[in-house]
């Protein structure tokens, strides 16, 4: 049996079939697994050559990122600190906080094009990050995954970016 298109479908039918099934867990994604992600989704950018993520403890990320151009910038390292959780399901949006820029957003001038194309449902404003996960999600096909959700939280420890959710399908 391939349990992937039966839950497909159930999804396609608003699993009719598991009305009233809940279920809640943790996940708990390790540094190099992020990384692969992370890097599959910037495959091919135009404005990012390489982005790295390490996860650290009390809801703080150290990321690397080297854009694309000009070639000759060293990488840029900053702290990300996550500061809003999503509350689902009216208010899907994460919030970071972008600690170590010194400035560089107001003084960097072409050399901050990489944060204008920014992935679906990611803004800037400032410091703050806002990333809208119905937005992310729909860029994907996967938007209705957040109908299904009560709670979502993305907290992190050292070495492993943890996301705690709690689901209910079918009501």
Not at 35 to 40: D, M, S, Y
Not at 59 to 79: Q, Y
Not at 108 to 115: K, M, Q, T, Y
């Amino acid at each position: 049996m391939d349990m992937m298109s039966l839950l497909a479908d159930q999804e396609r039918h608003g699993f009719a079939d598991l009305a009233g099934s809940a279920g809640q867990g943790v996940v708990r994604v390790s540094e190099r697994l992020l990384n692969a992600a992370i890097a599959e989704q910037l495959r091919g950018s135009p404005a990012i050559r390489e982005l790295h993520v390490t996860p650290r403890a009390g809801d703080r990320l150290g990321v690397r990122v080297l854009v694309a151009k000009p070639s000759f910038l060293p990488p840029i390292t900053l702290e990300v600190i996550i500061d809003k959780q999503p509350s689902l399901p009216d208010d899907p949006i994460l919030g970071l906080t972008l600690s170590g820029m010194g400035g560089l957003l107001r003084f960097a001038g072409p050399l901050a094009g990489f944060f204008t194309s920014l992935p679906p449902g990611v803004r800037l404003e400032g410091e703050r990050v806002f990333v809208d996960l119905r937005a992310a999600l729909a860029a994907h096909g996967r938007a209705q995954a957040l109908d299904h959700m009560r709670q979502l939280l993305v907290t992190s420890e050292e070495g492993r970016l943890v996301v705690t959710f709690a689901v209910r399908l079918g009501e």
